[in-house]
Structure formats: structure tokens, C-alpha cells
């Protein structure tokens, strides 16, 4: 297995209603797979909102995003994030607000219940997580250093590895 730990960046409306979603259920389920879950407002940078949201989710093993009230910026975040081809759990408090194109994709309806969401996203994240692990294993690794030689003149350049 892979020392570096699985990162989750999560990705929802910046409003106050869904703070215990993120502390009560999200974090906590991530923290009991031993997956690091992060919000923007949890970290600190310099460059601008936009560009650390577009880095995060490049460098993110796993996005979770809550499609709750269907928030245009959550919505083309996750776009990215899929166009991206990274792993998504969407999670909602009510299934209209998942979109018809993106209901075959994983998603947990959790209706108000924290203990539910926690639960269910324990186990998708457990799911996540050996995915992952997976994928880092099954990458090509070069281990042995590569050689060759570059001959050059005022108008060319040969090489040969």
C-alpha cells in the first residue's frame, strides 16, 4: 500500500447550512477510512479562490461534492472534476438535485440525516479508497536512470537515448 494517504477535496456551497454536513458527516467518515478530507475555507494559499479550487481538484484522489439546491458553482466545478476523470461521490440532500445525466454516477441521498450520510460515505470512501490504491499500484514506474548522448552544431541537434 501507498504511504501517502488518500485526499479528499470537498467541494459544496460556501453557506453556514452546510458546515455540519462537512464537520458531522463528511469529515468524520473520511477520518474513520484514514482519508484526508479538506474544504477551500480549510486551507490556507495565496494564489486566488478560483485557481487553488481548479489545482485542488487536480491533485484530489477523490472529490466529494454536495449537489444540494443544484449551486451553479458546485455543478461546474464538478464538470471539471469529471472532465478531469476524476473519482466523484455526490451526495444530496434531495434527488432532484441530482441531475438525469449524472444519476448513473455515484451518488448517496441523505435527506437530512448526518448519521445516515456519515455512514453511507464511510462505505463509499472505504469503496474510494481501494480504488485508489489500486490505481497507484498498477502505475508504470521507471527505475532505472535512462542515458544518451546530444551531438550538436551551429544549425542542428542529433540525440540519441
Known amino acids: 500500500m501507498s504511504s501517502r494517504p488518500i485526499f479528499a477535496f470537498v467541494l459544496m456551497p460556501f453557506d453556514a447550512a452546510f458546515n455540519d454536513v462537512y ?3 463528511i469529515r468524520d467518515a473520511a477520518e474513520a477510512v484514514g482519508v484526508r478530507a479538506e474544504r477551500l475555507d480549510d486551507q490556507l494559499y495565496a494564489e486566488g479562490m478560483l485557481e487553488r479550487i481548479y489545482r485542488q481538484i487536480e491533485v484530489a484522489d477523490v472529490i466529494i461534492a454536495d449537489m444540494s439546491g443544484r449551486n451553479a458553482n458546485v455543478f461546474y ?5 469529471h472532465a478531469k476523470d476524476k473519482l466523484c461521490i455526490l ?3 434531495d ?3 441530482i441531475p ?7 451518488h448517496i441521498v441523505y435527506e437530512q440525516s448526518l448519521t445516515f450520510l456519515r455512514d453511507e460515505l464511510q462505505r ?3 469503496w474510494a479508497k481501494q480504488e485508489v490504491e489500486t490505481l497507484r499500484q498498477s502505475r508504470l514506474r521507471v527505475e532505472q536512470a ?10 542542428t541537434a542529433t540525440a540519441q537515448v
Open 95 to 97: 434527488a432532484d438535485s
Open 77 to 81: 466545478e464538478v464538470g471539471y472534476a
Open 91 to 93: 451526495i444530496t440532500d
Open 124 to 126: 463509499h470512501l472505504e
Open 100 to 106: 438525469f445525466d449524472l444519476q448513473h454516477r455515484r
Open 23 to 25: 464537520r458531522i458527516a
Open 146 to 155: 535512462i542515458s544518451g548522448t546530444l551531438k550538436r552544431d551551429a544549425i
